[in-house]
């Protein structure tokens, strides 16, 4: 690391396929990837109760013309 601004950024992992088809190498990501979320399950659930009591109680009324 010869390159002092080298340290200061992140590389984004390997993809494998092209265009619409490009993903990430999953065989190739680690831990430090930050591919683990484990309260992702939790985190929707709580969203989801959130939006839901956020929403007009007569919302679901059809509209009047």
Do not use: H, I, N
């Amino acid at each position: 690391m010869s390159d002092p601004l080298d340290k200061a950024t992140s590389k984004a992992p390997p993809t494998v396929g092209e265009g619409c088809l490009s993903r990430y190498d999953t065989d190739a990501m680690t831990p430090e990837d930050g591919t683990e979320f484990p309260g992702a399950a939790e985190l929707w659930q709580q969203l989801q109760e959130e939006s839901e009591a956020e929403k007009p109680a007569g919302s679901s009324a059809p509209l009047k013309s």
